[in-house]
């Protein structure tokens, strides 16, 4: 039997629709990747004052330029549920948040990499350990406290 239909998120993988067709079990999208993010905002001011931290998700990951201040306007999060990241792409997808004058707005779609554990395996192959400021280490959540990846 086909896999029900996923409301928000349909006709948004990667994958060609065949191929999704034919899988056996798909598994839950839980992990967007946000673009358009004005460079006014930094992680901490994005989950201050736009999206703060009430168990919805358990990581939050905004790359930064190396060298320098500024980030790349986009990030990672992953949601707790397939409908909560669904909840939060129909509220945020083609919104605008204002800090720095931009007038693009945000384009929210499921990230390459899907999963708590696949995001957090990821970083540790690939930059965490560059990381050397804690404002721009990845959010981690485990049952409502924050992880440093960089101590592991």
């Not at 899988?23 to 967007?32: D, G, L, N, R, S």
Request: net charge positive; proline share 10%.
């Amino acid at each position: 039997p086909a896999s029900p239909p996923r409301s928000c998120l349909q006709g948004l993988s990667s994958a060609p629709a065949d191929a999704e067709a034919s899988a056996p079990q798909v598994p839950p999208v839980t992990t967007m990747m946000v673009r358009n993010i004005p460079y006014g905002f930094t992680q901490e001011t994005l989950l201050l004052d736009v999206w703060p931290i009430d168990g919805s998700f358990d990581f939050f990951y905004m790359p930064r330029m190396l060298p320098g201040p500024s980030h790349l306007g986009y990030a990672f999060i992953n949601f707790v549920t397939e409908e909560v990241a669904c909840e939060f792409r129909s509220k945020w997808h083609n919104r605008r948040i204002s800090r720095g004058g931009t007038s693009k707005r945000l384009n929210i779609i499921p990230a390459d990499v899907q999963g708590f554990s696949a995001n957090v395996t990821q970083l540790k192959k690939k930059r965490v350990d560059r990381i050397t400021q804690p404002e721009w280490a990845p959010v981690v959540l485990r049952d409502g406290h924050r992880l440093d990846l960089r101590a592991e």
